[in-house]
């Protein structure tokens, strides 16, 4: 069992908004918001995205902490399902 925490980081002058994910033991990974997306799908592409690079399946619980979002993500042998 893990927990991913995702935060929105606005645009600066070199970047634009930003999706952010981390876990409990500090990988990271930040994509750019996708103009598709609405916050919240937002926040699930960027913890799918973080998941595909750690190579985990399984699925994920999420809440939210304030603005930004927590998953709790715990192997079951499926592709990654965020409920």
Known sequence: MKAIITSYTG???HRGPRIKAT???RNTISIPVPIEEDS???HDHAVR???EKMNWT???VKGSL???R???WYETGKE???S
């Open 11 to 13: 645009p600066t002058n």
């Open 23 to 25: 876990d409990s033991d």
């Open 40 to 42: 919240e799908q937002a």
């Open 49 to 51: 995205t973080l998941c």
């Open 58 to 60: 399984g699925k994920l």
């Open 66 to 68: 304030g603005n930004d």
């Open 70 to 72: 927590v998953y709790v």
């Open 80 to 82: 990654i399902e965020i």
